[in-house]
């Protein structure tokens, strides 16, 4: 897995990457109680605004690690959008992206680097 500094976690799995936030994250937001998803088909750009959270505390966007097309969405975080709270690192993942260009994520930390940065 790789981590952003945006407290996003990258799993390559075969040929897309499944993104998601990580547990410190969740935390930092508190009980998530809405999740829009993007459209599956969706071309993104590195930076992008891709996922939209609501928690009691604050709203926060998610952007695209990576240049990609959206090819699924976790639409169980649709009607539960607090099993992001229950399995961050998990189950409540957001998107799966096809990379345009799988070498940028490269640019990312190993799970050592991102423990180190929030610690």
């Known amino acids: 897995m790789k981590f952003t ?3 996003e976690w990258l ?3 075969d040929d897309v990457v499944v993104v ?3 547990e410190h994250a969740a935390e930092q ?3 998530i109680v809405f999740v829009e998803l ?3 088909g969706t071309e993104v750009s590195k930076d992008d605004e891709c996922v939209v959270i609501e928690s009691v505390k604050a709203a926060s966007d998610i952007l695209a690690p990576i240049d990609g097309e959206i090819v699924e969405v976790n ?3 649709i009607d539960n959008p607090a099993k992001v709270n229950d399995d961050p690192m998990g ?3 957001f998107f799966k992206i096809k990379p ?3 070498s940028q994520l490269d640019d990312y930390m190993s799970e050592a680097e991102y423990k180190d940065m929030i610690s």
């Open 20 to 22: 998601g936030i990580t």
């Open 5 to 7: 500094e945006e407290h």
């Open 38 to 40: 993007p459209e599956v």
């Open 29 to 31: 937001l508190g009980d």
């Open 11 to 13: 799993r390559p799995e």
């Open 100 to 102: 345009a260009d799988a």
């Open 91 to 93: 189950d409540a993942w």
């Open 75 to 77: 639409e169980v975080l």
